[in-house]
């Protein structure tokens, strides 16, 4: 039993490692381009899915106990991802690398936690408090129904509510980004449902002509659905057409989670990734800047974005493994007892 249970981390680390390269790909490219449009079609709905695959027996856990390792996985690198990112942007804008800096702004966009409304210094990092609050909202939903169907009964009517909010003149901005957990919070209750019946889908994963089939029919659906649909984003609460969103967006992560069974199961560099995603999130752009800085010409071609995000992410992946181990405070890692 211990070791089925292993095998399902690694392959959940693994899709988490492939998501996040392609988070690093998709922010590499320039606006409009079609490689930036399909990823960001799934690319925050597969992060919500993962952390619903992973959400697993905690609700079992006292809700304040809850609460503690939440924050200790996701608050306390927020704060630490920010702060070090003010200072090196700081540093960026007195020696010319970026013009501009709003010293008072982005401070306090830090607890604002929405760049549509405050500059945060780390622009990604907002998906870390969202996934915080998806989390506990997640948790109390699951609480407080009385089986599966009340809770994605919930979680559908939160998805309804940002996506009627998407589509007014007046769209409420929210702290938090709490529009887009509103939507999130639905792809997290799919991620739980898959895990949760994934005896189903063995007949798929364990034939590798299926897995192919499968993979490549979905993988199309969702691909073309991006196409047709307008652009998505889920941290400016744009989506499109719904039916689409979500066709695109679900058939892309069925179609990955397929592609790394078959293909990167035994990947130990993406899984390693896939255990350092709250690094890799912090600190890509960073990266990316100077380069943009110093080699524009490099965001230029979509085979030149594609050799820069694997650059960097070959260039994060030593630095992530000694973090984690000499500093894993910064990525979530401290002991629990340390909140008490």
């Known amino acids: 039993m211990e070791k089925i249970e292993k095998k399902r981390i690694d392959w959940i680390d693994t899709l988490r490692g492939l998501a996040m390269f392609l988070v690093v790909w998709g922010h590499n490219q320039k606006n409009g381009t079609l490689i930036r449009k399909y990823i960001y079609s799934f690319h925050m709905p597969i992060f919500f899915f993962i952390s619903g695959l992973t959400f697993g027996e905690n609700d079992k856990l006292p809700f304040k106990d809850y609460v503690k390792k939440r924050v200790k996985g996701l608050i306390i690198p927020y704060l630490f991802l920010n702060i070090i990112c003010y200072i090196i942007k700081v540093i960026y804008f007195n020696t010319g690398i970026i013009d501009e800096f709003d010293y008072i702004r982005a401070f306090f966009g830090i607890f604002y936690s929405s760049n549509k409304i405050l500059p945060t210094p780390c622009n990604p990092s907002w998906f870390l408090v969202s996934i915080f609050i998806v989390d506990i909202l997640f948790y109390l939903l699951k609480k407080y129904t009385k089986n599966d169907f009340q809770l994605g009964l919930s979680c559908t ?71 047709v649909n307008r652009r998505v984003s889920m941290d400016g609460n744009l989506y499109g057409s719904i039916t689409l969103f979500f066709t695109s967006s679900i058939c892309t992560i069925f179609g990955l989670i397929l592609f790394v069974n078959m293909f990167m199961k035994k990947s130990h560099f993406i899984k390693i990734i896939g255990q350092n995603t709250i690094f890799y999130l912090g600190y890509h752009y960073m990266l990316a800047l100077v380069l943009m800085k110093f080699y524009p010409k490099l965001f230029n071609s979509n085979l030149y974005t594609l050799l820069v995000s694997i650059g960097i992410t070959v260039v994060l992946y030593p630095l992530s493994i000694l973090v984690k181990k000499y500093c894993p405070i910064l990525i979530g890692k401290i002991n629990i007892k340390a909140l008490n």
């Open 157 to 227: 009517i939160c998805a309804l509510i940002s996506y009627v909010n998407s589509l007014s003149k007046f769209q409420i901005k929210t702290p938090f980004h709490i529009e887009a957990v509103l939507m999130g919070t639905m792809f997290y209750f799919l991620g739980y449902l898959f895990i949760k019946n994934i005896k189903k889908f063995e007949f798929i994963l364990k034939d590798k002509f299926r897995m192919l089939s499968y993979g490549l029919t979905i993988g199309s659906i969702g691909f073309i659905t991006a196409y």
